[in-house]
């Protein structure tokens, strides 16, 4: 099972975002959990200077910005 952690304050970009990952996940079949993660020193943490952002499995794969559906399947994959 793939962690999947959404790291901003709650900006609609970090809802876009969030829901674009679990439907990425869902068409590709990827058993996942996804955690939103909004404490502004757990996202300084993993050297996330711009939200929103996406970590999997302790990575972060993206910063700053919101992808698509079809760019998360390919940084899912």
């Known amino acids: 099972m793939k962690s999947l952690q959404i790291l901003g304050p709650g900006c609609p970009k ?6 674009n990952t679990e439907t990425a996940a869902k068409e590709l079949g990827i ?5 939103k993660v909004s404490d502004i020193k ?3 943490g993993f050297g996330v ?5 996406l970590v999997v ?17 390919h940084l899912l994959a």
Do not use: N, R, W
């Open 57 to 73: 499995d302790g990575e972060v794969k993206v910063a700053g910005k919101v992808p698509s559906v079809e760019e998360l399947k």
């Open 14 to 19: 970090c809802h876009k975002l969030q829901e």
């Open 42 to 44: 757990d996202i300084i």
């Open 49 to 53: 200077m711009m939200t929103p952002a």
């Open 31 to 35: 058993a996942c959990q996804v955690v």
